[in-house]
């Protein structure tokens, strides 16, 4: 496995790789790797000959007042976990390789970048973007591998991807959790022993709103009610960014569950402390 | 020559274009094509072995009072020339074709594209850079070929280049001229006689703040306040846009000339009657 920290190096690289006629893969990461990383992995090893991830926690993604200093970093974890799934390169760019001194030009994808987490968060969705289009220019991988528990991004990808005519596929893979249902997340190292146990609430009540529909409640917006006063009242729950059930492609609001097949999302966005949780199911009416 | 109306087939074909190694050009244009089009076609052509030349009016750079609808179009006619000149293809898509009815992701390189002719025209260089950027995507030419006039278009594009890390060269061709100076536009066909002779006049009063510079004088917002007072005592000129001096790479306002090498972009937008008009030159310093 080769370290690649250079933009021009990697670009080569991957030219030469193409040039011999290689299927890339693409695994994008901020480093710190957990399972819900290493399942993108073996994913893309199933299905690619030369796998690249990269490690690069992206300054254009985090607010002025977010974690982006204290988001963790560990790569020599990151190191070994890596070369034991079998990945051909890391690109470990620094922040100056990637946007140098006087960095201007950035992607949005409108309305799908400031609903949910882009409400919260605003700009997020324009780092990730551009970033995320930067790293397809410098690699030009034939796939790119997202986890579904950034459900949104992945939304948001896709659209840009089909808009800007490139000629990536973007793969998406199930989120991973802990026995209790907490979804993997690198924040999940914030938080505290009373506030984890707090954190599982989330996917017991993506849960719940799943088996109220289940049970025949096609009031979407009754549902939402009840499971945002939920979480309300959970301990160490500080705040509810939100909780919606939209439509699982456009993410269009719904009022109502509709016809048998429909799919909707459920995704949320909680504060635990002062660590900034999201999570997300899909729920199909049968 | 062949004509490709989808955008699929136009990116095949690149595709196999470049697998069998063919040096690709991009000659982008909105097509009504002129001798200045022609003069990119010819330095293309003379650099890559393929020629694509796409014509496109794309509506997405264009205010809602600005003239989309109006804008000359005359494909019987630029058929005929890019013949003449030796094109291997032309892209012709439709607005359906490039932007769909859901169409959300544009790309914007701040700062540059906000002053100047982006003050007057918002919105103006985030279309302009979203669909290059996509016409960049579906043919992946080795080369693009744009015209000085659009200086600062340009600019923009070259920094969008750099900052999203394509693999394309940007080439710019000087501006060409008809006898009387007045540089080669689509909108001139716009012009009234009387109009067609005050016209001329941008190209004048930027060689007169040449020869001011050239003998001598040193304040640069003096010229720019004397220039622009020329130009607004100009039969049929409504309105000066802008009359600037800046630096001709970062675009940056210029007080004062510098040293001997220095390059002074000078750049204009006027309205003669109802037509926008722009020009530029580049003066240096002695």
């Known amino acids: ?19 011999k006629g290689f299927v890339l893969g693409l695994v994008p990461t901020m480093g710190d790797l957990h399972e819900g990383h290493l399942s993108l992995v073996r994913l893309a090893k199933s299905q690619c000959q030369k796998l690249i991830m990269s490690i ?3 300054p254009t993604q985090f607010g002025p007042r977010e974690d982006f200093k204290k988001y963790p970093r560990d790569f020599e974890g990151d190191y070994s976990k890596a070369i034991k799934e079998g990945v051909d390169y890391i690109f470990l760019p620094t922040d100056e390789e990637m946007y140098g001194t006087d960095y201007k030009t950035f992607v949005e994808v409108s309305k799908l970048g400031s609903i949910m987490c ?7 969705f324009k780092g990730v973007c551009t970033v995320v ?6 690699i030009k991988p034939n796939r790119a591998y997202f986890g579904q528990k950034d459900y949104q991004q992945v939304v948001i990808i896709k659209k840009m991807v089909e808009d800007l005519n490139l000629s990536v596929d973007i793969v998406s893979c199930p989120t991973i959790r802990e026995k209790d249902g907490l979804a993997l997340s690198s924040r999940n190292k914030y938080l505290s022993t009373e506030e984890r146990k707090s954190a599982a609430e989330l996917y017991r009540q993506l849960n719940l709103a799943a088996e109220m529909i289940g049970g025949g409640e096609r009031d979407l917006g009754k549902i939402e009610k009840i499971i945002t006063g939920n979480l309300k009242k959970v301990k160490h729950i500080k705040k509810v960014d939100y909780f919606n059930l939209r439509d699982n492609v456009s993410l269009k609001e719904l009022k109502h569950a509709g016809v048998s097949g429909q799919k909707i999302l459920a995704a949320t966005a ?3 402390g ?6 997300n199911i899909i729920i199909k009416i049968e």
């Open 1 to 19: 496995m080769k370290v690649v920290k250079k933009l021009n190096e990697m670009s080569k690289i991957s030219s030469s790789l193409i040039t």
């Open 56 to 58: 690069f926690v992206n």
């Open 118 to 124: 882009g409400r919260s968060r605003p700009g997020h």
């Open 133 to 138: 289009l930067k790293l397809f220019n410098i």
């Open 270 to 272: 909680v504060w635990v």
């Open 274 to 279: 002062g660590t900034r949780l999201i999570d």
